[in-house]
């Protein structure tokens, strides 16, 4: 096989990228271990900032978005005895909107399938030939037959967080930052309308809770928990009765409805990035190079604004031969990176306790300020409704 551009990886960084390059009239070819059907139904992240939309829109992929996200003009950030609304509209003129990964990649996926994309699904043992030569290639396992080729002018490592793409940058080039947090998440769908119109992001003595939502008839809600934390331990009683303290159910009279539990989860909580995100003809995208703890929803908008430079670099690599863009693409992915990897860091430590009553004292007094201030809080709207993607 040959194509133009190998892209190992079917999710939201993948499939955006073989759409913005079919529009420059480059051909690809993407790869994954997955099923189709698994893909499209694992449940990730929920909240798409104005750039995002903003990319989507531009290159007509947000038809059903506009028709069924709902567009929140802030969050909510609360502790015991006290809730405030941050309206990021008010504070730097953006939004977000609640759309979930879910509905984003069956989107991208039927406007590939309309283009006549080339998918291979339910490969094995991808592997990563030759990056340092202008003729890469990618091997792998399909229905038994090994070493299946594909030949292409570039590869990109679109394989998120467990990908193999990242460990064939050589180990000379390659530097990596990571933390790992004490905590966890238990997440938990549920067929119930949310009890808020906007996200509520509340720090509490028993831990970090969060009620985000899908649509006006399913919640998402989360709760810090230890990082070993065993899903039986947490019947769906314990769950909503740790929901309702948490999230200051009987507040100023508002109240947590619970409902069936659909979906449970625990999530590790990691910061990692790895530079460069490019190296010959090798480049990376999304959760391949990096990943943020959840906390601020950035993991599927990073992904996006990757792409985002990305698709331009490699058009003018192969159509004009101009590599100025791809030469600059690592530099400008990682300085986005960085911006969203502070900014995810910096939420999680406001919200998560530690056990530690100073960290308590110091969560307290930074919470007030946020909700105080105007300058704090359009530092927090500006992140949080999403920079420029070339920022
Ligand atoms: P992925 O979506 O991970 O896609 C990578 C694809 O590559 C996968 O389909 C995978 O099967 C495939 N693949 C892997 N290895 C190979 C291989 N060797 N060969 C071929 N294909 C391969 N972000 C938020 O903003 N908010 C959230 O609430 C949130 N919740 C999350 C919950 C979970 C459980 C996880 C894991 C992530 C969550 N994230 C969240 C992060 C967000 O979902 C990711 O940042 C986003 O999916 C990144 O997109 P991606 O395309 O880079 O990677
Ligand atoms: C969701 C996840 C997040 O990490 C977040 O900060 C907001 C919302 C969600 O899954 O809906």
């Not at 609360?78 to 309206?87: A, T």
């Not at 990563?128 to 299946?148: C, L, N, S």
Request: aromatic share 8%; with cysteine; proline share 5%.
């Amino acid at each position: 096989m040959r194509t133009e551009v190998a892209i190992i990886g079917a999710g939201p960084a993948g499939l955006l990228l073989s759409h913005l390059l079919a529009q420059d009239g480059i051909e690809s070819v993407v790869l994954e271990t997955r099923s189709r059907a698994y893909v499209e139904s694992r449940i990730r992240a929920g909240i798409l900032e104005s750039s995002t939309v903003d990319l989507l829109d531009a290159h007509g992929l947000a038809e059903r978005l506009h028709a069924e996200s709902h567009e929140h003009r802030g969050i909510y950030l609360q502790w015991p005895g006290e809730r405030h609304h941050l309206d990021f509209v008010d504070l730097v003129g953006r939004s977000v909107r609640v759309y979930g990964q879910t509905e984003l990649t069956k989107d991208l996926g039927r406007a590939r399938d309309a283009a006549g994309q080339q998918f291979v699904y339910e490969i094995s043992d991808t592997a990563v030939h030759d990056i340092e030569t202008d003729r890469p290639y990618v091997t792998f396992t399909r229905d038994g037959e090994a070493g299946i080729r594909l030949d292409a002018d570039v590869v990109v490592g679109c394989d998120g967080s467990f990908g193999v793409s990242r460990t064939a940058i050589p180990e000379r080039v390659r530097q990596t930052w990571e933390r790992t947090y004490p905590y966890a998440w238990l997440g938990v769908l549920a067929d119930v309308a949310p009890s808020t119109d906007e996200l509520i992001y509340a720090w509490h003595p028993d831990g970090f809770a969060l009620h985000s939502m899908r649509s006006p008839t399913v919640s998402r809600l989360y709760l810090q928990v230890d990082p070993g934390t065993a899903i039986d331990d947490w019947s769906d009683d314990r769950i909503w009765s740790a929901l309702a303290a948490r999230l200051g159910h009987g507040q100023d009279g508002w109240e947590l409805t619970p409902g069936p539990i659909t979906d449970k989860s625990v999530l590790p909580m990691r910061s990692f990035v790895m530079q460069p995100m490019r190296h010959g003809r090798l480049f990376l995208a999304g959760d391949a190079a990096h990943i943020v703890p959840p906390t601020g929803a950035k993991g599927l908008n990073l992904a996006v604004a990757d792409v985002g430079l990305l698709a331009p670099a490699l058009a003018g690599l192969l159509r004009k031969r101009d590599a100025t863009l791809a030469d600059a693409y690592s530099d400008n992915a990682l300085r986005r990176v960085w911006r969203c990897t502070h900014f995810s860091w910096w939420m999680t430590t406001m919200l998560h306790t530690t056990g530690d009553p100073f960290d308590a004292q110091l969560q307290r007094s930074q919470l007030t300020w946020v909700s105080s201030s105007s300058a704090a809080a359009q530092g927090l709207a500006e992140n949080y409704a999403g920079l420029p993607i070339g920022f």
